[in-house]
């Protein structure tokens, strides 16, 4: 069963009703921790001065400036990671701490100060509605017209969108300065690089040969055994020597061609599916729930055909993960999405089941290390009792 849904796109990561208050909160804590950042700093100069100015160089820091910088570098770490998601920061040395606070603080004070505006000026509302409404004392003898009520109001909501552009500009200095600072350096970057290549290559290999034993596994337990007893049939049907036995032998020889035939079509299907060269990844997934044993509703929303690699990889996640569900999960139905975004094909595969599908199961494993060499990102959430999830970011570039 098939039920096909345009323009269904799958939503941006760590997005959502709760990101705006998520990111006041962490703006709020920063302003505090810009404060400590500002004291260290100014005992950081007052102890560090004497060996500036013998030239010495600020190569030795001091211990106890040291310990301060990088504890208050982790924790900007972890307020950068639980409210703003800008992870991926590498460890660094007391300098580079020091050299990222000192960049650190004026951003931290520069969103205290927006907030301290907006907290004034929400106050300043509500006490001129209060004056205006509930008091009768209007501010400076001026009564609530229409004229200045509606002046008033476009006037504040200016007010309160130049502000709240200013926080979106200050949370993008704070990702900023953390990538500048505490991100890897070109050379680690390079080195990461070529160790992820390095990893990826051997993975690929590991893949090549499941997939290689997987048909093996299908072509002996299925095919071969299909083949097996159509010989045997054809055989006895030459020694019978009752023209009915024959027939009847011959009918199941038949009979048993045809399920050889139907297996080897579900094998070189598995294998790789003609619909994938010709008519594109649409078409293929539309296969791929018409096949399945359980329900499947799929949202595709890719307005251009993405290169080949990703259209397999894509149509590999989704098929392995449709097949799960139907065979191991319980699941009535799954619900297939397929978004472009930006530069890359979001897929994401979320059935009804029990859950407890385990990440580093021989499919799936495959699956991630199929979606890493191309670069992506794979991810399994299936906790007890359901619902699992199955997402795959691939770049297009």
């Given amino acids: 069963m098939i039920a096909f ?62 310990h301060g910088a990088n504890r208050l570098t982790e924790l900007e770490r972890r307020r950068l990671a639980t409210f703003f998601a800008e992870d991926g920061a590498v ?111 051997a993975q690929v290999v590991d893949a090549v040969d499941d997939e290689r034993r997987r048909i093996e596994r299908d072509l002996h337990d299925g095919v071969q055994q299909r083949l097996v007893a159509l010989g045997m049939l054809i055989g006895r049907a030459r020694r019978a020597g009752d023209a009915a036995r024959s027939t009847e032998l011959l009918r199941q020889a038949h009979e048993e061609s045809r399920r050889a035939l139907e297996d080897l079509r579900e094998v070189t299907w598995r294998v790789y599916p003609a619909a994938l060269d010709g008519e594109g990844l649409r078409t293929a997934l539309e296969t791929v729930a018409e096949r399945s044993a359980v329900p499947v509703t799929i949202g595709y929303d890719v307005p251009e055909r993405p290169p080949h690699a990703v259209e397999t990889a894509a149509y590999f996640v989704i098929c392995e993960a449709v097949t799960n569900a139907a065979k191991h999960s319980g699941a009535r139905h799954v619900r297939v999405r397929v978004a472009a975004r930006d530069a890359l094909i979001a897929v994401r595969i979320e059935d009804d089941g029990t859950g407890g599908a385990d990440p580093a199961g021989g499919g799936l494993a495959g699956l991630a290390r199929r979606v890493a060499a191309l670069d992506g990102t794979f991810g399994v959430d299936s906790p007890p009792g359901g619902p699992t999830v199955i997402s795959a970011d691939l770049p297009c570039g």
């Fill in 5 to 66: 849904s345009e323009g269904v796109a799958a939503p941006p990561p760590r997005r959502g009703p709760r990101a705006a208050p998520r990111a006041l909160v962490g703006l709020t804590l920063g302003l505090f921790s810009a404060g400590v950042e500002m004291m260290l700093l100014a005992v950081a100069a007052l102890i560090m001065a004497p060996a500036l100015a013998l030239s010495r160089g600020p190569r030795a820091v001091p211990g106890i400036v040291a």
């Fill in 91 to 201: 460890d660094v040395g007391p300098l580079r701490a020091l050299s990222y606070l000192l960049l650190r603080v004026p951003v931290g004070l520069l969103g205290g100060i927006i907030l301290l505006l907006i907290g004034y000026g929400g106050a300043s509302a509500i006490g001129l509605l209060w004056s205006w409404w509930v008091t009768g004392e209007y501010l400076d003898g001026i009564p609530p017209s229409p004229l200045i009520v509606v002046y008033t109001a476009v006037f504040g909501a200016v007010l309160l969108f130049v502000a709240v552009q200013g926080l979106i500009g200050v949370v993008a200095l704070e990702r900023a300065v953390a990538r500048r600072c505490l991100g890897p350096s070109p050379l680690e970057e390079y080195q990461r690089r070529i160790a992820q290549l390095s990893v990826t290559r």
